[in-house]
């Protein structure tokens, strides 16, 4: 069982900078793919952004591509999603997810574990 808790959220002007982070314990944390998932208010939970088990492949969403990147550090068992350029349609709760599975890696009923989800609020 994998418990994963996100932090680093909040509200910030459009242009501007966040990151966030999720800590993981429970589990073997190098062997899981890591995923950032978003969902604004009445849409569906949507991919941002994943990593592989070892760091070395990234992959995101064309609306955040550029933009956005994804880090982890298997040592300390954390994963961190740096958003530039933020813009108000970034704007949704963020949730970091957890995959022993490549394949459908973007797809979210792939992963197994998730975090509770934090706000991240983008003003104009």
């Known amino acids: 069982q994998v418990q994963l808790v996100e932090s680093g959220g909040g509200s910030v002007e459009a242009g501007g900078s966040l990151r966030l982070s999720c800590a993981a314990s429970?589990?073997?944390?190098?062997?899981?793919?890591l995923g950032w998932f978003r969902q604004a208010p009445g849409k569906e939970r949507e991919f941002v952004g994943t990593?592989?088990?070892?760091?070395?492949?990234?992959r995101f969403s064309d609306s955040v591509k550029g933009r956005f990147t994804i880090s982890r550090d298997n040592a300390k068992n954390t994963v961190s999603l740096q958003m530039n350029s933020l813009k108000p349609e970034d704007t949704a709760v963020y949730y970091c997810?957890?995959?022993?599975?490549?394949?459908?890696?973007?797809?979210?009923?792939?992963?197994?574990?998730w975090g509770q989800g934090i706000q991240v609020t983008v003003s104009t």
């Open positions: 997810a957890a995959t022993l599975f490549y394949s459908g890696i973007i797809d979210r009923g792939r992963y197994q574990y």
């Open positions: 429970g589990g073997t944390f190098s062997s899981y793919h």
């Open positions: 990593i592989t088990s070892s760091g070395d492949i990234t």
